[in-house]
């Protein structure tokens, strides 16, 4: 799951996982992700693929 904060940038944990990654960019968010995703997996057993989930928190003046 990933939050944007206005303090931190982006903060994004894992759900099943110890993951956690702030960045302070969208841009640099991508090669940190894939960096810890790297490191938390040894030995070769790292997923392929990582799937994000945005969040959001929006207010809409009506």
Same mark, same amino acid.
């Given at each position: 799951?990933?939050?944007?904060?206005?303090?931190? =940038?982006?903060l994004?944990?894992?759900?099943?996982?110890?993951? #956690?990654v702030? %960045?302070?960019?969208?841009?640099e968010?991508?090669?940190?992700?894939?960096?810890?995703?790297?490191?938390?997996?040894? =030995? =070769?057993?790292?997923?392929?693929?990582?799937?994000?989930? #945005?969040?959001?928190?929006?207010?809409? %003046?009506?």
């Amino acid at each position: 799951m990933i939050k944007q904060t206005p303090e931190r =940038g982006l903060l994004a944990r894992a759900a099943d996982q110890a993951i #956690f990654v702030e %960045v302070d960019n969208e841009t640099e968010f991508y090669c940190r992700v894939c960096d810890v995703v790297t490191l938390h997996f040894e =030995g =070769g057993s790292a997923p392929l693929l990582s799937r994000m989930y #945005f969040v959001r928190d929006e207010i809409i %003046v009506s």
